[in-house]
């Protein structure tokens, strides 16, 4: 991933596995925590203040992003490092405003689906978690969600990969699968460690399910499976579209988008250099979006 | 539960020559042993502390509107959730139709609410008396990752400037003939006009930069020399040591307790 030196010799060869190898216990960590909480629930979520889940809950994602912060971030290029920083303001700016409306969506992960279909899955995950690091400076209650927004960050650096986004489409199906995901694992953290959602919109919904009975790690769940899955297709799309307006000089930064293709009409073979005729972007599918980019100037 | 919290959190007139990972570790210990006592007394101890040591610091200005941004809503919500709906309570104090006020549902919500308090309070202090220069150059110096470092600096230095950025687009959009009306479809498309140019911008500004940075080897492996020197002490050190320990004592005892 990192730019090749032509005067060194290499020593990647351990760092790369060491790092491979934190990547997958930051995974595993994350997974296992969640199935932990899934499994052992509804002991002392109303018994008490529950903080034994609440705590296992938050050393457990936090572990995980860590972990897949440490894998990641050493191996980004620096056109990708460069952009982290910018993604995390887009999080940060939209987040804090969007949350204290009354809509009961989040919008708080432009920024981490931009940069994982930029970059790639990795840089997605590793922006992700750094971006609940880094906002919980001005609000600390966002930082157990960083393995949430890890996973948001990946899958959407996945869905980038195999071509989701080459049809305009299917940008917003891709988002509504990853919040589905991304809904169910987060649910435990809002459950556990603050007992409740964030947003007095997202509470409201979660009201109406407790009122129906529901114990509240359902009532939550259930919530996060209305919010969440719309929230992230708005997500993507609004990302499809940025995307789809940045000028050829400004993709061309960005290796993760000729090599696997990831918007459509970039249709050079796999590895050459993309320094091919203006014939880009004029597919049916995407022209819709496309054409934004000379509405700007 | 074993370390006083309010104890170990630093004097503000020696806040200078504090080291920003001492306060870092005070923050963090606090948060988590609230955490993991639970109990009304020691986060309510906790919130005192936190806003007495913000107003001695000089930094309730800043902290308590940050603070109130995140428990207001957060605070509401907790309340109308268990407050109303708590199918689980006994004590019945009132009812409308579905929604039945318990005390067993108040008691958990005021629970919460106040942990979480004690919990954010400790960590935006740090955050808002700590100094960014000097957390950034104690972590390169711990060995965390200059990159890292990076990104929290320059996230903290862009967000200013790119409201401002933000803010100027809308203005020159406006001057364009941009007009907002109340329609769904306006706002979108207004929102489209002022998101486009704004990305765009910081995409290429990002390019720039990632070249300038690639051309003082950023990417290059070895060791760093900082020109920044943060105060530590032998001191500092063993009260980190010990909070951490207090920390995970604290973590430890309430997994493995009986009836946890």
């Known amino acids: 991933m990192s730019s090749p030196s032509l005067t060194l010799p290499s020593q990647e060869r351990p760092a790369a596995r060491r790092r491979r190898l934190l990547e997958i216990l930051g995974a595993l960590a994350i997974a296992a925590t969640y199935v932990y909480l899934v499994l052992n629930q509804p002991a002392d979520i109303t018994g008490g203040p529950g903080s034994a889940s609440a705590l296992i809950a938050l050393t457990g994602f936090l572990a995980g992003a860590i972990l897949l912060i440490v894998a990641v971030l050493p191996t980004l290029p620096a056109s990708t490092l460069v952009l982290i920083p910018v993604a995390l303001v887009l999080n940060i700016v939209l987040g804090q405003f969007v949350g204290s409306t009354l809509v009961p969506f989040y919008l708080d992960a432009i920024g981490t689906v931009m940069i994982a279909v930029l970059a790639g899955p990795a840089a997605g995950a590793a922006t992700g978690a750094l971006s609940s690091v880094v906002w919980s400076f001005f609000n600390p209650t966002v930082l157990p969600f960083a393995a949430g927004a890890a996973l948001i960050g990946c899958l959407a650096g996945l869905a980038a990969r195999y071509g989701l986004f080459r049809r305009f489409y299917l940008a917003p199906v891709a988002g509504f699968v990853t919040g589905i995901i991304a809904g169910v694992v987060s649910a435990p953290v809002a459950a556990f460690v603050f007992g409740g959602t964030s947003g007095v919109a997202t509470g409201a919904i979660v009201s109406a399910f407790r009122a129906m009975g529901d114990t509240l790690l359902a009532a939550i769940t259930k919530q996060a499976l209305i919010s969440d899955p719309m929230d992230k297709a708005i997500v993507f799309t609004i990302v499809a579209v940025l995307v789809y307006a940045l000028p050829r000089r400004a993709r061309q930064q960005f290796p993760f988008l000729r090599r696997h293709r990831v918007l459509a009409g970039n249709s050079q073979p796999i590895g050459t250099r993309a320094d091919a005729p203006v014939k880009d972007k004029a597919h049916g599918t995407a022209s819709g979006s496309a054409s934004d980019s000379t509405l700007n100037g | ?260």
């Open chain 2, 1 to 260: 539960m074993t370390a006083s919290p309010a104890g170990a959190a630093p004097a503000p007139a020696r806040r200078e020559r504090l080291n920003p990972l001492t306060l870092l570790a005070a923050a963090a210990a606090t948060a988590v042993i609230t955490t993991a006592a639970g109990s009304w007394a020691l986060s309510l101890a906790v919130v005192a502390a936190c806003l007495g040591l913000s107003a001695a610091g000089g930094t309730a200005g800043r902290v308590l509107p940050a603070a109130a941004a995140v428990l207001i809503p957060f605070g509401l919500s907790l309340l109308v959730l268990h407050g109303l709906f708590f199918p689980e309570g006994r004590t019945v104090l009132a009812e409308w139709g579905p929604a039945r006020v318990t005390a067993e549902g108040l008691d958990f919500a005021g629970q919460r609410i106040v942990q979480l308090a004690a919990v954010v309070l400790a960590l935006l202090l740090f955050s808002f008396s700590v100094s960014i220069p000097d957390l950034v150059a104690a972590l390169s110096a711990r060995g965390v990752q200059g990159r890292f470092a990076f990104v929290l600096a320059s996230t903290l230095t862009l967000l200013p400037a790119i409201a401002d950025r933000a803010r100027r687009i809308r203005q020159a959009q406006e001057a364009r003939g941009l007009v907002v009306s109340r329609s769904l479809l306006a706002r979108i498309g207004a929102f489209r006009l002022q998101a486009v140019p704004l990305v765009l911008s910081l995409i290429e500004d990002a390019g720039t930069r990632a070249a300038a940075l690639e051309a003082r080897g950023l990417s290059n492996p070895g060791p760093r020399t900082s020109y920044r020197e943060v105060a530590d002490s032998r001191l500092q050190r063993t009260v980190r040591t010990v909070l951490m320990l207090a920390a995970l004592a604290a973590v430890v005892l309430r997994v493995v307790a009986p009836g946890a």
